[in-house]
Structure formats: structure tokens, C-alpha cells
């Protein structure tokens, strides 16, 4: 049953080619801009005493469903309709205070927002522990039809994913998807249909080895731990784990406690070990954290690793996990998440070891109910798909139209400016 619950698991991430593609690609991406007049914010989220910033805080438009999330350098970028501007927006962040402010208090430019951290009292805690934590996971995955959507939703989301050869970018896909969500309830998969994508893929820095990320957007999707159960905690799997207390926290002012949870020692199989942040009163799981036991190299290449050269050993060095809920009218729903892999490629004869790293996320920038309306099947995107291969070129700085995305890190940003000025410079060729 371990074995079943790891083919499950290995049925995307990584894809590993001996082939060499061009540069960039040129092409561009044929769309519509949709004619919404919105006002675009930029700043950061810090935390008021250390002025450290927050990673991943969250921003939503009360009232509303539009939200984005600020990236790790703890910036953020939050494109609102005209129509919406006298609203309020809330920010929130885990273990700190939630905080309500007019968008009118908001510059354009370099806001900043700071928030404290909550404190919660010793004797609040005591009143409320549960007596056993695997018992609280257990009936936190059994009570999602009560506390998660338990209708068809129609999710805009921001997708983006990145490899990189120790510190350099390698390759950068991002996409705009649509992603129908089916209830929490439901055994059916969500739907994902790409909307507008771009990449940008320098293979000359990659050795003789193409690294591509198979799965795209469900990679992310599937980290919903609460709608895909089955990729971490499966009835069978479930028991394998020590369950633990840790410490408690606030969330949107209400009490969590911290769950730890890791392999027993006499499972020989890889699986995880991490942190479940449950709202106790309510049973639901607001946040998780968690990475898998990558001690055991062959049993975690295989589940990783699709192709190789012959000449080469490949392994994960680290494989970790995040995801974030949020709550609308009493009901929660699948926010964001962030998965990390690190890969070592030791090839035959040489001295030094290839290091890569792959990073994606995903974060639901607006949605709505679903009145059934569902894509057609040439529509959808695939499980196995590679987006740096669906997605073309980078387009004009005002791709992104009105849709909220993630704001770049700098070297995200800094490498979206060289590929526009090399671009610039092969159009200029091209006219003469």
C-alpha cells in the first residue's frame, strides 16, 4: 500500500531530457486586452518591530474576491477595478494581528504595511487542547464538506514556476489560468484551462541537459491537501506518522494550534514530515507546511526523476510543500501554494556536481460561483503537460492586462528586463 500511495504521488514534477532547444522564443501571444480601467497598488507587508519583510502575507479586497499574495521579498502587486477603490482591503499573515485598511490610505508606489504580532494567552490555550493531535488531523480531513466550498467554483489564478542552475534563472513560465473547481465533497478532479502564458528558457545554461517541470499548474492544485487527501495522507498512510503539539498561533484572530507530524521510524518508505496549523474550535485546516524524507536517494529519484543521461546521477536534495486557506462568509477555500525542489546531477568524469532548483506557485486571484459552465475537453490542459513548451514568448510590459499576479522577486524581474531588451534588439534586427 506504500508503494501505491508513491506511484500516486510520482505522476508529475520533474522531466529530465538530453536535449538542447534555441535561446528565447519570439514569438508573440496573440490576445485581447480587456478594456477594465483598474488602479494598480505596489509595497510591501512588514512586520511593525524588526521592519523584516513578510513572506506570502495575504491581501484581499473585503467585499470582494479579488486577492493576490506578496512574494518572498514581502512585496506585493494588487491591480483593483475603479469601481472598487473606496473599498477596504485585508491583510493578513500567520501569528499576526489581521489588518483592515482603506485603499484610500494606499500610495500607487511603495506602500507599506505593518503588521504586530498576536499574542495569545497560556491560559486560553489550556482551555481549549484537544487531547490527541492524530485524532484532530483525523477529523479535521473528515469534516472538509462543513468547512470548505461545497459548491462548483470558478477560480482566475496566477501560476508561475522557474528553474534555476544554483542562482541563475534558467527557464521562467508564467500563465493566467482558469481553474474549475469542483466541491470539496466531490471525488471528481479540478478542471484547468490555460488562459494567457509566457516563458522564457535559456538552455545554453543548462550543461547538455534540457530540465523541464512536468505538470504545471497541478503541481501547485494538487498541493490542496484538502481536496487531494490522497497525496499525502492516504487511509492507509495516514497511521504511518507520529502526530505531536507544537505551539499556537493566530489566524484572522482566531486560535490554531500547530500540529507536528513526521514518518515513524520503522517505515522504510519516504513520506513527510511537517506542520498542519488547525483551527481547533471548527476543525479546519487553515495552513500547512511540510517537506519529504529525501534520505533514501533511489526511492525518491525514482519518484522525481522521468528521464536521464546515462552518464549522470540525479536526486533530490530537498522536496518541500506549502499551502494557504482563506475564508469567505464561514466557508474556506484552496488561496495558495508554493512547492520547492532541489536536485544534485553528478555526472561520470567530471568534478563537480550540477545544482538546480525548481520552484512553483499558485495563487487564486478572484473567483466566483460556477453555474456550470465547463470547458471543452481540447480545452483543458493535461496532467503531463510542460508549460515552458505550451507558453511562447514574452510579450509587451502590459501583458498582464488587469489580472492580478505576484509580484517578481528582483531576480525574476531582472532577468524579465534582459529578455526584453534582447527581444528588442531581435525585432530591431528583423525591420531593417
Known sequence: MEANFLNKKSSFFLYLLMVLFSFFST???AFQKQQINYIEYKGKVL???SKKPLVFATLTTKESNISTVTNTEGEFLLKIPESNTSKNIIVSFL???TEIIPLTELKENNSKIYLTISVTELAEVNLSIPKNAENLVRETLKRKGENYFNHPTLMTAFYRETIKKRKKNVSLSEAVVNIYKTPYTSTKNDIVKLYKTRKSTDYSKLDTVALKLQGGPFNALYIDIIKYPEYIFTDESIGNYQYSFGSSTRINDKL???INFKQKPNINVPLYKGKLFIDVENKILTNATYSLNVTNRDAVSKMFVRKKPKNAK???TEVAYRVDYREKNGKWYYGYSNVFLEFKINWDKKLFNSIYS???EMAVTDWKK????IPKTKERIKTSIILSEAAVGFSDPDFWGAYNIIEPEKSIES?????KRQLKRINSKDDI
Do not use: L, R
Open 27 to 29: 514569438s508573440s501571444f
Open 47 to 49: 512586520d511593525a518591530s
Open 95 to 97: 501569528g499576526y494581528k
Open 256 to 258: 490554531i494550534y500547530v
Open 314 to 316: 540525479v536526486w533530490p
Open 358 to 360: 525548481m520552484t512553483c
Open 370 to 373: 460556477n453555474k456550470n459552465e
Open 415 to 419: 532577468a524579465i528586463k534582459k529578455i
